[in-house]
């Protein structure tokens, strides 16, 4: 399983943090901390981050100033996926891979078994809509026909609502929330596998607003487990008051359980789960009913979320290999693409993009100079200055680019920016001298992360320049060659925000070349 911490602020070394099943990390100031803090609220050592039962789980180690997670004080609780992490003042984000790997530890069982009066089992072989036609008794209990209407009509806009999200971290949270809705739990949990029949984590968590902070991150594992394993959607009601129920059970007041699982033809690929505290609402049969037929939508969406991801790792995959090859014909640019691609998406977060703009964005940066595959060696790896037909041959290969897109589905953005990458803001450039914003804004930033590059790398011709220097160029050539809006923005990003510049130092560093630990960057 692979598992992250991403620093959002407070963290000098900005580096996403991977975190290892077999190694607990500890944060703190002292030295023998795995990540160290030099920060005042800090203590020596701090908390720590380690792998127990099948959960990452973060636990504070009697700090002076505390750990918090999503704003609340912790001392030891499981870590769900997007959880953050507040330790004196650095903030960190948990970031789960949602396809889950295969080799992780399965979810452990209770040490002690959950006792209740009342259990109701079925199988999850029942289709979304038969799984709401449970008998003319049911529906009577329930005010008859207006009721069956009201509860189909939950069913068909949550089904909408699923069925319109195609991003998976996204499509969780869809279904989490519209379960929090119709059943009105106090704490629910989706969790899931990265196939059928897979190893399960649990990647997003709810509950309601007062619920204390020791219970909420706690629920039945043994239950989700039966749910999973037997494919069976599971109720149970009114814990037993003799002394042999759960010590949890009790000490939680749980009144009421709900588990169904989420399948696909092949099987379940994950579950969702649900509980009400004492004092609330008990689930009924009728509910069970409801939530299963949400499981079965809700693991149809998830496996064709999950081919969709499948999908374009491939893709990116063969993009990658397109682009080992440019760089063995031009060898003198070997990682301009990948620089150029986290620069752009550096400059992205200061333009608020939408996502499927950042999405086109990437692949745009990944493939801007596809189109040199087209261009003789002899004419690429030329020392001496070219000619008039071999610099006209260089200035093809955006279009080049942007002719290998053209057949790729849904690609009509990333190959207008890979077409027009080298166009200038005043109209000078080329291939179609097409002059601001008429020039596509993702080309625009492309443009501005290609030209930094090349003066923030080590070329033949010229050595890597100053920040200063940099900022100063790409200031003279505001409206010029540039936007003037987006050099604004990074102009002020280079010069005031040290966050941004210390993650465009790290791009640099990583790939070994352009600005050293010695340079103005730092």
């Not at 380690?50 to 504070?60: L, M, P």
């Not at 999503?70 to 997007?82: G, P, T």
């Not at 709810?206 to 039945?220: C, G, K, L, Q, V």
Request: proline share 3%; net charge negative; charged share 25%.
């Amino acid at each position: 399983m692979e598992a992250r911490l991403i620093p959002v602020k407070g963290y000098e070394a900005q580096e996403e943090i991977l975190l290892s099943p077999d190694e607990p990390l500890v944060m703190g100031r002292g030295g023998s901390a795995t990540v160290q803090l030099p920060h005042g609220k800090v203590s020596r050592l701090h908390c720590r981050v380690a792998f127990e039962n099948g959960f990452y789980r973060v636990e504070d180690l009697e700090s002076k100033n505390g750990t918090w997670v999503n704003d609340r004080k912790i001392d030891k609780v499981i870590l769900f996926n997007q959880d953050r992490i507040t330790v004196g003042n650095a903030e960190f984000r948990f970031a789960l891979d949602t396809g889950i790997a295969e080799d992780s530890s399965d979810l452990a069982v209770d040490e002690e078994d959950v006792s209740f009066e009342n259990e109701i089992r079925e199988s999850a072989e029942v289709t979304a809509a038969s799984s709401l036609l449970f008998g003319m008794e049911a529906v009577e209990a329930l005010e008859g026909r207006q009721a069956l209407e009201r509860d189909l009509s939950v069913v068909c806009d949550l089904i909408n609502k699923v069925n319109a999200e195609h991003h998976l971290d996204r499509l969780f949270e869809t279904i989490m929330d519209s379960v929090m809705e119709v059943t009105s739990a106090d704490r629910g949990y989706l969790i899931a596998a990265k196939r059928a029949n897979g190893v399960l984590m649990p990647l997003v968590r709810r509950n309601r607003e007062d619920i204390p902070t020791y219970a909420r991150s706690t629920f039945s594992r043994s239950i989700v487990s039966e749910c999973y394993e037997k494919n069976e959607s599971v109720l149970r009601v009114d814990p037993r008051s003799t002394g042999d129920v759960s010590e949890s059970i009790v000490a939680q007041q749980i009144q009421s359980i709900m588990c169904v699982p989420m399948r696909d033809e092949n099987g379940p690929v994950g579950v969702v789960y649900v509980d009400s505290l004492l004092g609330s609402r008990q689930f009924t049969e009728h509910d069970m009913k409801m939530l299963s037929a949400i499981g079965s939508q809700a693991g149809i969406a998830i496996r064709r979320a999950q081919l969709a991801r499948q999908v374009e790792t491939l893709f990116r995959d063969a993009v990658r290999t397109l682009i080992s090859l440019v760089e063995i014909k031009d060898k003198y640019t070997y990682g301009h693409s990948e620089r150029v691609t986290a620069l752009c998406l550096r400059i992205a977060e200061l333009c608020e993009l939408e996502r499927s703009q950042i999405r086109d964005l990437e692949l745009a940066g990944l493939l801007h100079d596809v189109g040199k595959l087209a261009i003789r060696l002899d004419v690429l790896q030329k020392p001496a200055s070219l000619t008039d037909s071999e610099y006209q041959a260089i200035q093809q290969h955006p279009v080049t680019g942007a002719a290998i897109l053209a057949n790729v589905d849904n690609a009509e953005h990333i190959a207008s920016a890979i077409r027009h990458h080298h166009e200038r803001w005043n109209g000078g450039g080329y291939p179609d001298g097409i002059a601001g914003e008429d020039i596509p804004l993702l080309a625009r930033i492309l443009t501005l992360g290609d030209t930094f590059d090349a003066m923030a790398s080590n070329r033949p011709y010229q050595d890597v320049l100053p920040r200063d220097e940099i900022v100063t160029e790409i200031e003279s050539e505001s409206g010029e060659q540039f936007d003037p809006h987006l050099v604004g923005l990074l102009v002020t990003a280079l010069r005031e925000d040290e966050a941004f510049i210390n993650r465009v130092n790290v791009i640099y560093r990583q790939k070994g070349t352009g600005p050293t630990d010695s340079s103005a960057f730092d």
